[in-house]
């Protein structure tokens, strides 16, 4: 069984939300990392404050919201491969296709699920410790609401067209370390094939259960 970690990953998608909330005012660079975590984080926001259907958790919107707004700044074939792990490279890239798509599914069921949840969260940048030729860098955040502080972190690379989102820490768990185990367990019991048909599966299940 894949078990998705579904309090992180709502507080990952909800903290991109969030952030933009205390940062609004302020001007982003998206040539930076640290800026383009800001400007998509407000973009995204503004989107979602003025769709009444995203705020309920409306599924197809939220699609409609990462492929526009989220996904054009995420590495996600990477994402994917690193949870995949090294059973990426035996897949032809017809299984590596798949396994994007049903994996993306799966997070943006997640992420339909947490817009519902952000309220008066604030997220503060913290500063980024990087030189100008670092090619890749992490992005240290912090959520602030009621209870502890959470950490959130953004792993970025520098591509050809732009920084690149490519992994996303809550409390040190890295998302793509959450189904590394479970993807590896499923592909060594039923192969790639199985993995792609277990995803399918539980997306198809989530689909008929409602809009979360």
């Known amino acids: 069984m894949i078990e998705t970690k579904r309090s992180l990953l709502a507080v990952f998608f909800g903290g991109v939300l969030a952030l933009s909330l205390p940062m609004a005012a302020r001007a982003a660079n998206p040539a930076t990392a640290d800026g383009l975590i800001r400007q998509l984080s407000v973009e995204t926001i503004e989107t979602v404050k003025a769709d009444k259907e995203i705020q309920s958790g409306d599924v197809a919107k939220v699609i409609a919201l990462v492929d526009n707004k989220v996904m054009p700044h995420v590495n996600f074939k990477r994402m994917t ?39 008066d969260q604030t997220i503060a940048l913290k500063p980024l410790r990087a030189s100008a030729e670092d090619t890749e860098v992490t992005v240290k955040t912090e959520i602030r609401g009621k209870g502890d502080p959470i950490q959130l972190d953004y792993k970025l690379e520098k591509t050809a067209e732009g920084w690149k989102i490519y992994d996303v820490s809550v409390l040190g768990i890295w998302l793509a370390d959450q189904y590394k185990n479970s993807f590896a367990q499923e592909i060594g019991a039923n192969g790639i094939d199985g993995l792609v048909k277990a995803l399918a599966e539980r997306n198809k299940k989530a689909a008929q259960g409602g809009k979360s």
Not at 85 to 110: M, N, Y
């Open 81 to 119: 491969a690193s949870a995949v792990g090294r059973f990426w490279r035996q897949a032809t890239p017809e299984q590596q296709q798949r396994l994007q798509d049903e994996f993306k599914t799966l997070l943006v069921r997640t992420y339909a699920g947490a817009l519902t949840q952000v309220k």
